[in-house]
């Protein structure tokens, strides 16, 4: 191996010991706790070291925030390629997109509450968003007819986010929460 090959490996590591414990840091505490001073004495570099793979906090709450697209695009393809039919696709998909909010409140947090410098709807959305779109999207298609798909999804999606948020937030009961859903699959699987 040479060493330039070993340079690259070991930042990379860096890079990633860097976003694991501003995501852990982030589930234990929350991100006000994350910062790159903390961050420095959790993964025993120096804050320049922090600052020569990412510009800063908001860097590195987007980079958190791509893996957990990856994730999320990971499992809601798992809940649609698993389901019987379209009707019980779009009732895995919002099941297991909720439950992933639900169980990953922090990851959530970074990928759909907070502001981080990620473009979203537009040609520079990073892979890993896009995917998890386009399951969204194959998701309604069956049900979309003569709709816009894109809308379609994006409504779906927003009304999955809104669930989520209003029931995290204290809005919302959370003792309803499957009969809501229940309400939202079947506007949407029709």
């Known amino acids: 191996m040479s060493i330039q090959a070993r340079r690259q490996r070991e930042r990379a590591e860096r890079e990633q010991a860097i976003i694991a414990a501003a995501r852990d840091l982030a589930l234990a505490e929350g991100w006000d706790a994350v ?10 570099y120096s804050q320049p070291v922090l600052y020569s793979h ?3 906090k ?3 709450m987007a980079a958190v925030a791509v893996e957990g697209f990856a994730e999320l695009a990971t499992a809601l393809a798992t809940a649609r390629a698993s ?4 009707q019980q696709a779009v009732a895995d998909v919002a099941a297991a997109y909720t439950a992933f909010a639900e169980q990953r409140p922090a990851l ?5 509450i907070l502001a ?4 979203f709807a537009t040609q ?3 892979t890993d968003l896009a995917r998890g779109f386009a399951e969204l999207a194959e998701t309604v298609r069956p049900f979309a007819g003569d709709s816009d798909l894109e809308t379609v999804t994006e409504t779906f999606w927003s009304g999955l986010h809104g669930l989520v948020t209003l029931m995290r937030s204290g809005r919302l009961r959370h ?4 009969r809501r859903l229940a309400v939202l699959v079947s506007r949407y699987s029709r």
């Open 58 to 60: 908001d860097a590195i």
């Open 54 to 56: 990412f510009k800063g």
């Open 35 to 44: 910062t790159t001073r903390r961050l420095a004495a959790e993964i025993e």
């Open 124 to 126: 520079d959305v990073p």
């Open 83 to 86: 389901a019987a039919d379209p």
């Open 175 to 178: 003792a309803d929460h499957d």
């Open 116 to 119: 981080v410098d990620l473009p």
């Open 108 to 112: 959530y947090d970074a990928m759909f």
